[in-house]
């Protein structure tokens, strides 16, 4: 019989390659902008995120997609999102190693830079759990403009143990954070924004307000507490909206679908609804655009995500193009200017 599946001229898979030790011009840039001494753990990540092991769960929490359930088999609302174990391996392994805070533990120089070199490699193995990665990181700076709440969740942002079990974070050993800026009407925009917040009884700085809108593009809706953009009657405001409200119960927020995308797919993108969400204000009312862009909740993770996640060498699975590693040196001055203006 003759022969006619004949492979030839094909790159041999890219396994076990270290992608910090073996990238030159990442290891020269992190110890050039203050990130010497992250080394050992920069080279332990690049390790574990090159290896074969990581390279399947990459694939395979792409391949194995979220699954929305909205109800349980009674007929109650759960609104939770079923993940592959694979997707909660990225997260565990890039938790860990504080993807999600290590500028916020290590009061270094070069603290950001070394993160983003982190970030850098984790996009070469799977871009979407970067997303709530990313947004973790991004809330520490607006949680601190409201030190009463910051009180309450930063500990917990600062764990290095992933928590994925649905729960109130009272009983958790770690949280992430997601954030609902955007909606239909209000994408770059959101002073177009509509969901409206009023207050539960009194109203000021990190009292309890209801909120009642929706959100067309909330990521990551498993998280356990989002920071989301919504009209008071001073205009736009920051506020902190948890899963579970304090006396534990489920909050209600309904995850109405998730998105279609051509890309991103281990991580569920979703439609949100709040009924009287439990939300607590961060900051002043008709503060929350500043709070958010300037403060830190959107500037950190677009940064991160867009900027570095785009231009990362990219893995088949995270979709992502190849481009100039100059960017990342770009990208090394623009975290350490975010880290002094943030700090
Ligand atoms: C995968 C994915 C996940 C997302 N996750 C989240 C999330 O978790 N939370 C969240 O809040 N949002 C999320 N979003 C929404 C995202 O933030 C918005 O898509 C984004 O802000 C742009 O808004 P838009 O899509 O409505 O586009 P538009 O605002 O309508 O913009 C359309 C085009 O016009 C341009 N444009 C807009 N305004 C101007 C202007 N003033 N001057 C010049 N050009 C302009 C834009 O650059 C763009 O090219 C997500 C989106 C995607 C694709």
């Known amino acids: 019989m003759t022969e006619t599946h004949l492979v030839t001229n094909q790159s041999e898979?890219?396994?076990?390659?270290?992608?910090?030790s073996q990238d030159r011009v990442l290891f020269d840039l992190v110890n050039r902008y203050g990130g010497d001494w992250s080394i050992a753990q920069l080279t332990a990540f690049g390790l574990t995120m090159g290896s074969q092991e990581a390279i399947d769960w990459a694939c395979q929490a792409n391949e194995n997609q979220p699954v929305l359930k909205t109800h349980d088999?009674?007929?109650?609302?759960?609104?939770?999102?079923e993940f592959h174990p694979a997707y909660h391996?990225?997260?565990?392994?890039?938790?860990?190693?504080?993807?999600?805070?290590?500028p916020w533990k290590e009061n270094k120089d070069g603290a950001h830079v070394a993160r983003a070199a982190m970030l850098y490699m984790a996009f070469q193995n799977e871009a979407g759990h970067c997303c709530p990665i990313s947004m973790t990181y991004s809330v520490i700076p607006a949680l601190r403009k409201q030190p009463d709440i910051a009180a309450r969740w930063e500990a917990l942002i600062l764990s290095n143990e992933y928590d994925g079990r649905f729960l109130p974070a009272s009983q958790k050993k770690g949280v992430t954070f997601g954030m609902g800026m955007t909606e239909k009407q209000g994408g770059s925009d959101v002073r177009a924004n509509t969901t409206r917040a009023v207050p539960a009884a009194e109203a000021g700085p990190g009292k309890e307000y209801k909120l009642t809108g929706h959100k067309w593009f909330c990521s990551a809706p498993m998280s356990d507490a989002f920071l989301i953009l919504a009209q008071t009657d001073k205009g736009v405001s920051c506020f902190l909206v948890p899963r579970f409200k304090e006396d534990g119960s489920k909050n209600s927020l309904r995850i109405q679908r998730l998105k279609e995308k051509l890309g991103n797919k281990s991580n569920a993108s979703s439609e949100l609804e709040f009924v009287d969400a439990q939300g607590f204000l961060i900051g002043q009312e008709g503060r929350g655009v500043g709070h958010h862009h300037r403060d830190g909740q959107s500037h950190p993770p677009r940064l991160h995500a867009g900027r570095l996640g785009s231009h990362a060498p990219g893995h088949p699975a995270s979709n992502q193009p190849c481009s100039p590693p100059q960017r990342l040196r770009q990208e090394a001055y623009r975290s350490a200017a975010h880290a002094q203006c943030a700090g």
């Open 89 to 102: 391996n990225l997260m565990q392994t890039s938790i860990q190693y504080g993807l999600h805070n290590l």
């Open 73 to 81: 088999r009674f007929g109650h609302r759960v609104d939770m999102v």
């Open 13 to 20: 898979p890219l396994v076990g390659h270290n992608l910090f």
